[in-house]
């Protein structure tokens, strides 16, 4: 079944970690943002879990970098630095942290009328992506509707979702856009214990369509 987006006046993308706000909805930024619809960004926890055990970018290095590519990617799409918020949690332990993170999603939300919100799925397989769903079921606000985003696994279709079919061009970009997510991608070379996502899970990430269940309200 097909997602109707429609007309929202804004849209929040609230990510567990910095890259799933591409890889869950990078297409539904860019369309909305093209229509002139406001996006922000929440990236709830600061991604530190990645590669714990490498010399060369240790915690600080590591998140910086990885805020700085969230930035670079939403930029290009037309959502502007200050409109991408960090709350720096930490990544791996956002159930412990859900007042802030709460808290964090309530006032990026604001109230500024009809907001459409995409967050990852109550149903995804990373804890963090779990705590942000539930994080986000708290928020009330009148006409809120609340989209869900599978990522782990990757590839996984939750029953019930509705599609956004991506046009060649769009899957080209989002291609492009989730490989520049480069610490994530084999950047990082020293922890063998470090994530690296394939090129069977990118191919995945841009696949022909991005998939949203869509709790309604
Ligand atoms: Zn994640």
Redesign the pocket.
């Known amino acids: 079944m097909r997602l109707r987006v429609g007309m929202p006046r804004r849209l929040i993308v609230v ?3 910095p ?2 706000e591409t ?1 869950g909805a990078y297409a539904l930024m860019c369309r909305l943002r093209r229509r002139g619809v406001a996006v922000k960004v929440v990236v709830l ?1 600061d991604g530190a879990a990645s590669h714990p055990n490498s010399l060369r970018w240790p915690r600080r290095r590591l998140t910086a970098e990885r805020r700085r590519e969230s930035r670079r990617v939403l930029r290009q799409i037309g959502v502007a630095a200050n409109d991408v918020t960090f709350l720096n949690l930490p990544d791996g332990c956002l159930h412990r942290h859900t007042v802030p993170a709460r808290r964090g999603l309530a006032r990026a939300l604001g109230h500024g009328g009809p907001a459409l919100v995409a967050v ?1 799925a109550a149903s995804d397989a ?1 804890p ?2 779990r705590s942000a769903a539930i994080c986000a079921s708290t928020l009330r606000r009148p006409g809120l509707r609340v989209l869900a985003y599978p ?2 696994p990757a590839g996984s279709r939750p029953a019930g979702a509705r599609a956004l079919l991506l046009t060649a061009q769009e899957r080209l970009a989002k291609r492009h856009a989730v490989r520049r997510y480069r610490t994530q991608a084999g950047r990082i070379t020293d922890d063998p214990q470090g994530f690296v996502m394939t090129p069977a899970q990118i191919a995945t990430f841009t696949r022909p369509c991005e998939l949203f269940l869509d709790g309604r309200r």
Request: hydrophobic residues 30%.
């Open positions: 990510a567990p970690h890259d799933d890889i926890t990852s990373h963090d992506h990522v782990w």
